[in-house]
């Protein structure tokens, strides 16, 4: 089959293409907002400023969050929070603009942010479509990447078999290299298959876009060779490093001072997703605080009038890169002065539970001073919950991957504890699987999942069968 790239040849039309799209959308649903909230369908020349003064802020913000570059094969919920980021920006630079310069009061804000909600949905329809009429050109032989795999060939195959379950991302596999003897495991074998010396004689013949370099990482003499082999050919190379048998965390390739570096565990918090975690949790926890602070008063008098003792009980828990801090909660149980050590977790019927506070522990609601943690930079409304220290120093050599829960702040609720990993786990096995729901969100996180973990909390986030 003869590969089309017309796309390909006028990449840098397509971006510009994007970039228009972008401020024409910004523009269009400005209009529409100002219409469907103000029901006047006029822009002022106040209001067309504000219009200029956004679309030229995003000019400048969204090339920070690579919205031009190349998407293909990557997840489109990336892109859309990418979209959202770089729009929130905007809009957030304009509002520092008109705060410092004293005229946001000659705008509506209603409008400004209904103009947020259309605007985002209306960048997000675009990019669909884009990525739809990509996928149909790419499945139909357009806009496509030829390119060879070489190395490993249990790995290579693996690859060639995703490539082939795919055919919308534009890869077209021309053949696999290697030198190992195993035979292929997939039922239709795409391209030439050869030995990594016959690599050389095939380009020669017939240039490709890119070679992949699948091989383990342990593997450097053969990498070397293969660099070696292709230094003559202006094709792409990009190596795929066999890491499936490690337990990695939010792995990447990064560049420090010239210096190549491959992020094997690293936190998911920083740049502008620190920012954006920042200010979700501020936000939201202090909203949240003034809307239930009528019912912390009234807990609070009743821990204080049924149980002798402080309101608040605090305990040392390990937060962000496991430096201690102290939780919040409303006392729950007996008051003793007793320091713990050893691992003691509330179980069923458990004498230290006062009556009130069995209560409060089934239904969460002995967590609420958390939000002050919360206030404080302690902790996230959303994350891995903390446990005691001295469960941290029982599990850590029992676990794998324990302590890297702390690659992010710990939080009030979280993934785990709303898939039912909650309360008491009186066994090792309950532990494990609390701790892979935890690292799950460590290596996924994203605001929409955030507001996903919350909304799933209100809904079935504050009792538990193993809450005692």
Excluded: C
Excluded at 13 to 30: C, E, G, K, T, Y
Aim: charged share 20%.
């Amino acid at each position: 089959m003869k590969r089309r790239g017309i796309l390909r040849e006028h990449a840098n039309l397509l971006d510009f293409f994007l970039q228009a799209s972008d401020w024409l959308v910004l523009i269009a649903s400005a209009w529409l907002s100002h219409g469907l909230y103000l029901q006047d369908w006029r822009i002022s020349p106040q209001d067309g400023q504000v219009i200029a003064v956004v679309v030229i802020l995003s000019a400048i913000i969204f090339p920070k969050f690579s919205l031009y570059q190349s998407w293909r094969g990557l997840s489109f919920w990336g892109e859309s929070r990418a979209l959202a980021g770089a729009f929130g920006f905007s809009l957030l630079g304009f509002t520092a603009l008109a705060f410092v310069t004293k005229v946001g009061a000659l705008y509506s804000r209603g409008w400004i942010l209904t103009w947020g909600g259309v605007g985002f949905l209306g960048l997000v329809v675009t990019r669909l479509a884009v990525r739809l009429v990509l996928r149909w050109a790419r499945k139909h032989g357009y806009n496509q990447r030829s390119i060879v795999i070489a190395g490993s060939l249990p790995q290579a195959q693996a690859i060639a078999n995703q490539i082939q379950a795919n055919p919308w991302t534009g890869f077209h596999l021309e053949g696999i290299y290697s030198d190992d003897t195993t035979p292929g495991n997939s039922k239709k074998q795409a391209g030439k298959r050869g030995t990594l010396r016959q690599l050389v004689q095939s380009l020669q013949k017939k240039p490709v876009d890119q070679v992949w370099i699948a091989l383990p990482l342990g593997e450097e003499a053969k990498l070397k060779r293969i660099l070696h082999d292709l230094r003559h050919f202006p094709v792409d190379i990009r190596y795929a490093p066999d890491i499936s048998g490690l337990r990695l965390l939010n792995h990447a390739l990064s560049e420090v001072a010239g210096i190549s570096l491959m992020d094997l565990s690293v936190s998911p918090m920083a740049g502008r997703d620190r920012l954006l975690k920042a200010l979700e949790d501020r936000l939201l926890a202090g909203l949240i605080l003034l809307l239930i602070s009528p019912l912390m008063v009234w807990i609070a008098m009743g821990v204080k009038l049924t149980s002798k003792g402080p309101v608040f009980y605090r305990q040392m828990r390990h937060g962000w890169d496991g430096k201690p801090f102290a939780v919040l909660k409303f006392r729950s149980m007996r008051h003793t002065s007793r320091q713990e050590t050893r691992p003691v977790q509330a179980t069923r019927h458990d004498p230290r539970i006062t009556p009130l506070g069995r209560w409060l522990r089934r239904t969460s609601l002995d967590e609420l001073p958390q939000f002050i943690n919360v206030l404080k930079g302690d902790m996230s409304i959303v994350g891995p919950r903390p446990h005691a220290l001295a469960h941290n120093e029982f599990y850590k050599d029992q676990i794998d991957g324990y302590m890297k829960r702390h690659k992010v702040k710990p939080g009030i609720t979280g993934w785990a504890q709303i898939n039912g990993w909650r309360g008491e786990t009186d066994t090792l096995e309950k532990m494990q699987r609390r701790v892979e729901y935890d690292l799950y969100y460590v290596e996924n996180w994203s605001l929409l999942f955030d507001l996903k973990i919350i909304l799933l909390t209100l809904f079935h986030g504050f009792h538990g069968k193993n809450a005692y």
